[in-house]
């Protein structure tokens, strides 16, 4: 089934296509929701929960919930604000995020929804996991202890890449990402110019030689906000960093 609805986000009126998601319809209309485990050309994943609104008072993923017609969705409140706040905040402090010495600092997504959303500190203990680095592979770096566990890279070398590099192992606060390997990153299929290696949101899956290419200063997030090239209908999250 195809053809156009109409729907409402935060009181203006959209256009949207039968069968796109919400995100998909609202990047469209120039509406940004933030989003981290979402990517476009990627099946959606619904796990990050950033992108949740509320659809007719009932909260949804907006990357994973079709649209129909005749709703009515809220982005931008305070209630949706504070959830995603603390989303983002408990995503800080399960991992070893310094920004400071990240070289994907200013290309990193996490890092900025947070300026966006205004966090400036994090409002919990951060647990300093102790999990793996593998730089074995001769042009791909992994630093565990960076992964938010968004899902991309494993999506990404299975849908875009026709590899099955990266999956998940363990559950709840023991889930962590691994390869199709036995012993290092080396030893998998994954090569360099993989969209798996651009898919990571953070700074966990790093392209060897490639760290201050562009400057600190002159990168995607340094002078304005992630979802402003959706608001200016200029391009969507599918940038290579
Ligand atoms: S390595 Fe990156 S892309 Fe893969 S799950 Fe972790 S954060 Fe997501
Ligand atoms: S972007 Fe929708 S759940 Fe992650």
Known sequence: MSGKITLIIDGQEI???????ILDAADAAGVYIPRLCAMK????????????VHVNGRPQAACTQPVAPGMSIENETPELKAHRVSVIDMLFVEGNHYCMFCEKSGNCELQAVAYRLGILAPQHDYMFPCRG??????????DGNRCILCGRCVRASQELDNK????????????????????????????GIDK??????????????????????????????????????????????
């Open 164 to 191: 099955n590099v990266f999956q998940f192992v363990g559950r709840g606060i023991h889930k962590r990402l691994t390869f199709n390997a036995p012993n290092n990153l080396s030893q998998t299929d994954l090569a």
């Open 196 to 241: 798996a290696v651009d898919s990571c949101p953070v700074g966990a899956i790093l392209r060897k030689g490639t760290a201050f290419s562009v400057p600190i200063g002159q990168r995607l997030y340094d002078n304005e906000p992630i979802g402003s090239e959706i608001e200016s209908g200029r391009r969507t999250n599918d940038r290579q960093v």
């Open 41 to 52: 050309g990627l099946s959606p994943h619904g796990s990050c929960r950033v992108c949740t």
């Open 15 to 21: 256009e949207a296509e039968i069968g796109q998601t």
């Open 133 to 142: 680095v593998d730089a074995s592979h001769p042009e791909v770096f992994i």
